[in-house]
């Protein structure tokens, strides 16, 4: 749902002429912590950052792609809420062949603006916290 939305932005209308974005997601364990005195910074470190960042990059344009790891995570904690479809066995450098899969929406969008004005949250955190609430 937010490729499209990214693409159509005022951003990618203003600067290009077109703007093409891959993702790569994984579920993991990470290292996380800031480095730098001077100029602190965010860093996420480990085989699940790499293997995300892999994955983007074999990735196609405007598309989500996602390991195994998420494809699980996704369907059992969200079943039927996401358009998941399989995209076949792709060798990932530095983890072998792959199941991967392609995410291509949330079936449960719109979502009422009604509703996330009345709470405040932004429709990805209400979303969060709905996905939350049915757990």
Known sequence: EHVPSIRS????????????????MNTGPVF???AGKRNPRFHLCG????????MESNGAPARIQMSPST?????SSAPGVYSIEPRGVVDVKGQGPM?????????QLPFRKAEVQRTG???????FQRLRLEQ
């Open 47 to 54: 085989d699940t950052v790499n293997t995300a960042s892999r």
């Open 121 to 127: 949250y932004s429709e990805a955190s209400f979303k």
């Open 9 to 24: 932005s005022e951003f990618a209308s203003k600067w290009a002429t077109t703007l093409n974005i891959r993702v790569g």
């Open 71 to 75: 494809f699980s995570a996704l369907t």
């Open 99 to 107: 199941s991967l899969f392609w995410l291509n929406d949330n079936l």
């Open 32 to 34: 996380a912590g800031v």
